[in-house]
């Protein structure tokens, strides 16, 4: 395994919330957090951004509140390039990604992006990296199941001022893709640009899918109950799309909970690529520790 250092002593991932006036907002259904934008250090003084996000006190998910793997994902994909062509990524043998260091890198300002959030919750991911990544050409998607998650992760967006950013839509993994209502979501937000990858059908209409750079997503396995459905909706977006970059950020429950998605996504990959055009050959999913033993969360990238 490699290891993630992802805390200095002042701060553990990339925010603090902060019992400032969102104190004051809290309700018997709803609690504020105030978080900071991540950004790179700076020396000219310049006040840290900041965005609250409304989490519900009652719930029937995991929307109840923004989890832990959220925050430290966020910082991976703002401040260390977690976005870039996974090719250029280091999975080499006792690799060390330094979360505490900043890069001095600002790639992801001028680069384009496409993002699905798988279970995005709160919203807060979502609208973390928007707010991240203002200077870049990036649409987001975020999804979730619920009907109340849903309703609260679009009040976040709104709140926050990033609708022209991020869509917010319904993906029942248990539905495969969404079907053909999800399909044009797709079309709509992310439209028919940044397409040098996609992939088009027989018809010579481009696969939806296919418009996807990056797939997301923070806590989204909890063990028997999310293995089969987190992995084919994984395996059957790489299947449509070989180019999309997944990254995911899960807390390890169990002692072989991850190493259990991870083998269930590359057997689904393999026995659909039996049938397919070979574009998934040698398909390897990485998984890296974060290199604080409390968090115990793992980072899985395909």
């Known amino acids: 395994f490699f290891f993630i250092c992802c805390c200095s002593c002042h701060r553990v991932c990339c925010v603090i919330a902060e019992q400032t006036t969102a104190a004051m907002k809290n309700t018997n259904a709803f609690t504020w957090e105030t978080y900071d934008v991540p950004e790179a250090k700076s020396s000219d003084g310049a006040e840290t951004e900041t965005f609250e996000i409304r989490t519900m006190i009652a719930g029937r998910t995991g929307a109840r509140k923004t989890w832990a793997a959220a925050p430290v994902l966020l910082d991976y994909l703002s401040l260390k390039d977690g976005l870039k062509d996974i090719n250029q990524k280091n999975f080499d043998d006792g690799a060390l990604l330094d979360m505490a260091l900043e890069d001095d890198t600002d790639e992801h300002k001028h680069a384009s992006y496409n993002i699905l959030e798988l279970g995005g919750g709160s919203g807060f991911l979502s609208v973390g990296l928007a707010k991240s990544l203002r200077s870049s ?56 640009k940044n397409t040098s990858h996609v992939v088009e059908e027989q018809n010579n209409s481009v696969d939806p899918v296919s418009l996807l750079t990056h797939v997301i997503g923070s806590d989204v396995h909890f063990g028997y109950q999310t293995l089969q459905p987190l992995s084919s909706i994984i395996a059957a977006i790489k299947h449509r799309n070989p180019f999309v970059q997944v990254i995911i950020m899960l807390k390890e429950r169990s002692e072989n909970g991850v190493a259990d998605l991870v083998a269930e996504i590359e057997k689904k990959l393999q026995e659909g690529d039996n049938d397919g055009d070979g574009q998934c050959n040698n398909f390897t999913v990485h998984v890296r520790d974060v290199g604080v033993p409390e968090l115990k969360m793992k980072l899985v990238e395909c």
Do not use: P
Request: proline fraction near 0%; aromatic fraction near 8%; include cysteine.
């Open 137 to 192: 050409n990036a649409k987001i998607m975020c999804t979730d199941s619920d009907k109340h998650t849903i309703k609260n992760m679009r009040y976040n967006v709104i709140e926050n001022n990033e609708s022209k950013t991020i869509a917010v839509q319904k993906l029942d993994w248990s539905d495969g893709l969404g079907g053909d209502k999800f399909a044009s979501a797709l079309e709509r937000t992310f439209q028919v």
